[in-house]
């Protein structure tokens, strides 16, 4: 999440970034609930929705046995 929130090796993308936080957040990842109040004070309120609504449709891709 925060390598693409920074672009770090990939190019910078704040939506994508809280989206993989909010996921992070969701399986007990205690690092992503401290860095996501850093993240939502500089977004706006249409990034945050957006994120948000990403993060609820995010399906994980399976590998086909």
């Not at 809280?18 to 609930?33: N, P, S």
């Amino acid at each position: 999440g925060m390598i693409t929130t920074v672009g770090r090796g990939v190019k910078s993308d704040p939506i994508d970034g809280l989206k993989w936080i909010l996921l992070a957040i969701a399986q007990g990842h205690e690092e992503a609930k401290s860095v996501r109040p850093q993240l939502e004070e500089v977004m706006s309120p249409e990034q945050l929705k957006k994120a948000s609504t990403l993060a609820k449709q995010f399906q994980p891709k399976t590998e086909p046995n």
